[in-house]
T-cell receptor, first 111, second 118 residues
Framework: EDKVVQSPLSLVVHEGDTVTLNCSYE??????LLWYKQEKKAPTFLFML????IEKKSGRLSSILDKKELFSILNITATQTGDSAVYLC???????????FGTGTRLQVFP | EAGVAQSPRYKIIEKRQSVAFWCNPI?????LYWYQQILGQGPKLLIQ????????DSQLPKDRFSAERLKGVDSTLKIQPAKLEDSAVYLC????????????????FGEGSRLTVL
């Protein structure tokens, strides 16, 4: 059965800290891995990764995929209180046309 | 561009009652998804429509859940009768084409309908 596992489940840091969120997966016919940020509203898209070793970057956020070891990490540097959210990892497989989500990592950033 | 619209935002019902949620996707988006997100868990796909046809409803509890997307635009998800374990946020998402045909793989989510079953 396809599955996506995220760790840690919860993380509490102070502003300015750097955090690393992990996502491992077991999916048949892997196509892509996506990261979403979910505050109290709808999940919003952050990154889509399809190739190993190519870092995607957006401001203080960056992500990379390792297709050999079947995992991805999401890094956030110089965290701010506005980064507080649940970060969801999802995986898409060929021929299924749907996303399988992990349980998410809840990040809390305190001033 | 208007986003995905969902209503109601919140609903509280007693078990065995029925409830319906409505979703209006982004204009022109052919693919529509309903996800169930139980507290502390990631979203789980319930049903996927491509235009007005069902692509995947393998995880929809069909004895109590039903969904339709008449005319290939807005959609309704119904639960009848509701159980305590149906308490969750029901997220609607849309995409211009199917995931397999989309470069970014991005789904556009609505703000969700939070259901509490007492």
């Amino acid at each position: 059965e396809d599955k996506v596992v995220q760790s840690p489940l919860s993380l509490v840091v102070h502003e300015g800290d750097t955090v690393t969120l992990n996502c491992s997966y077991e999916v048949t016919n892997f196509r892509s891995l996506l990261w979403y940020k979910q505050e109290k509203k709808a999940p919003t898209f952050l990154f889509m990764l399809t190739s190993s070793g190519i870092e995607k970057k957006s401001g203080r956020l960056s992500s990379i995929l390792d297709k050999k070891e079947l995992f991805s990490i999401l890094n956030i540097t110089a965290t701010q209180t506005g980064d507080s959210a649940v970060y969801l990892c999802a995986v898409e497989a060929y021929n299924t046309d749907k996303l399988i989500f992990g349980t998410g990592t809840r990040l809390q950033v305190f001033p | 561009e208007a986003g995905v619209a969902q209503s109601p935002r919140y609903k509280i019902i007693e078990k065995r009652q029925s409830v319906a949620f409505w979703c209006n996707p982004i204009s022109g988006h052919a693919t529509l998804y309903w996800y169930q997100q139980i507290l502390g868990q990631g979203p789980k796909l319930l049903i996927q429509f491509q235009n007005n046809g069902v692509v995947d409803d393998s995880q929809l509890p069909k004895d109590r859940f039903s969904a339709e997307r008449l005319k290939g635009v807005d959609s309704t998800l119904k639960i009848q009768p509701a159980k305590l374990e149906d308490s969750a946020v029901y997220l609607c998402a849309s995409s211009p084409v199917s995931l397999a045909g989309k470069v970014t793989g991005e789904l556009f989510f609505g703000e969700g309908s939070r259901l509490t079953v007492l």
